[in-house]
């Protein structure tokens, strides 16, 4: 498939097959692409856990408030999902790596972080999902949560990780489209500033 066909298919699905199931060899394929993510200075502080496991994935469901979501008109879109993928990251690695010789600055301290760089880079990461995932001929949404030390506990990340949502995988089924979508895209000439804002 074209890249730009890739992004054009691209957005958030809230219902899958759950009799479809998706092969571990695409799902390794999806993790492999989000490997390539890129991260300051080469860190690699970003993870990776796929849930397949239909009670694990009925209980990350739960975690993630499911039932509200299908009180508000959705499928249970999170349980029914063939596969999560749950896209974590270490602040510390990055600290850690930016300690280094090749990286501290000439007083021997570590640079000042203006953006916290490692969520552009998990963001990235995300992102690669989303897109390998529609490469493979399937679909992908993303869920964040308020609190994730419910999920953190569950799946045993460590403590340094910090997971920044759920990214359900499956084969699409017709589904409810956010209303926020009659929002329409911004225009091109609001988006794209040439030279100067």
């Not at 510390?92 to 490692?118: C, L, S, V």
């Not at 045993?156 to 699409?172: A, K, L, N, S, Y």
Request: charged share 25%; glycine share 8%; with cysteine.
């Amino acid at each position: 498939m074209e890249f730009t066909e890739v992004v054009r298919r691209r957005r958030m699905v809230r219902n899958y097959d759950p009799d479809k199931p998706v092969s571990r060899e695409s799902l390794e394929r999806i993790a492999a692409v989000a490997q390539r993510a890129p991260s300051a200075g080469f860190s690699q502080g970003q993870r990776l856990i796929v849930v397949t496991d239909p009670d694990r994935r009925r209980r990350v469901a739960e975690i993630c408030e499911e039932p509200a979501y299908v009180a508000a008109g959705f499928d249970a879109w999170v349980s029914r999902a063939p596969a999560l993928f749950i896209p974590t990251v270490s602040e510390q690695i990055y600290h850690r790596r930016y300690q280094e010789p090749d990286k501290i600055q000439d007083d021997g301290a570590e640079i000042d972080w203006p953006i916290p760089y490692w969520y552009v880079d998990v963001g990235a990461t995300a992102m690669l999902v989303h897109l390998a995932a529609i490469d493979q001929g399937l679909a992908a949404g993303f869920l964040g949560l308020g609190d994730y030390t419910e999920l953190k506990d569950y799946l045993g990340i460590p403590p340094d990780q910090q997971p920044i949502g759920v990214i359900t995988v499956g084969h699409p089924l017709p589904d409810r489209r956010s209303g926020s979508l009659k929002r329409g895209w911004v225009p091109r000439d609001d988006f794209t500033h040439w030279e100067q804002w």
